[in-house]
T-cell receptor, first 111, second 114 residues
Framework: GQQLNQSPQSMFIQEGEDVSMNCTSS?????WLWYKQEPGEGPVLLIALYKAGELTSNGRLTAQFGITRKDSFLNISASIPSDVGIYFC???????????WGAGTKLIIKP | KAGVTQTPRYLIKTRGQQVTLSCSPISGHRSVSWYQQTPGQGLQFLFEYFSETQRNKGNFPGRFSGRQFSNSRSEMNVSTLELGDSALYLCASSLGPGQHTEAFFGQGTRLTVV
């Protein structure tokens, strides 16, 4: 089936560091969504991207919709302890609008 | 505006039993998707319903089924439970198929099969 390649799988960083993660696919998407999930909770939508090349910010988070419509990245600047969690990307297929999910990037902040 | 509501939050069942989980989408949302998430795993897509019809289905056995009612509320059922069915079951609602469809999740139902 359709797949999104999300990397890295996990990140161990120091508080204050910047974080970057990305998702790629061989399929074309018309929408990219980035979610964060904390333990025992459902994923929460962080950023939605609708147009190729679009760059959108939400506080310290910035995400971009790749120009080829096959990739997206999420950056977190100056990480803080509450950024800990699993970040998921999801892309909506251009062909049938089905939402395809990445496997997640687990962010851990070293004390 | 109320969010996505899933009930119950926690459930313990015995192997061989069946279980029904409920999801009430955001008002005005007509599409409901279900996902299974096991510890340390990503989201495994179960199925999606829109206007009471199953629109997409993931790769799960027939023991997993669902339905959607005219008010867009959805239920999923798992029959003959197995230990491996223990997971967090998440429901997401969206406006419906079409462009720019953001999905919003409930808090999930934590199912434990013993």
């Amino acid at each position: 089936g359709q797949q999104l390649n999300q990397s890295p799988q996990s990140m161990f960083i120091q508080e204050g560091e910047d974080v970057s993660m990305n998702c790629t696919s061989s399929s074309i998407f018309n929408t990219w969504l980035w979610y964060k999930q904390e333990p025992g909770e459902g994923p929460v939508l962080l950023i939605a991207l609708y147009k190729a090349g679009e760059l959108t910010s939400n506080g310290r988070l910035t995400a971009q919709f790749g120009i080829t419509r096959k990739d997206s990245f999420l950056n977190i600047s100056a990480s803080i302890p509450s950024d800990v969690g699993i970040y998921f990307c999801a892309g909506q297929l251009d062909s049938n609008y089905q939402l395809i999910w990445g496997a997640g990037t687990k962010l851990i902040i070293k004390p | 505006k109320a969010g996505v509501t899933q009930t119950p939050r926690y459930l313990i069942k015995t192997r061989g039993q069946q279980v029904t989980l409920s999801c009430s989408p955001i008002s005005g949302h007509r599409s409901v998707s279900w996902y299974q998430q096991t510890p340390g795993q990503g989201l495994q897509f179960l199925f999606e319903y829109f206007s009471e019809t199953q629109r997409n289905k993931g790769n799960f056995p027939g023991r997993f089924s669902g339905r959607q009612f005219s008010n867009s509320r959805s239920e999923m059922n798992v029959s003959t439970l197995e230990l491996g069915d223990s997971a967090l079951y998440l429901c997401a609602s969206s406006l419906g198929p079409g462009q720019h469809t953001e999905a919003f999740f409930g808090q999930g139902t934590r199912l434990t099969v013993v």
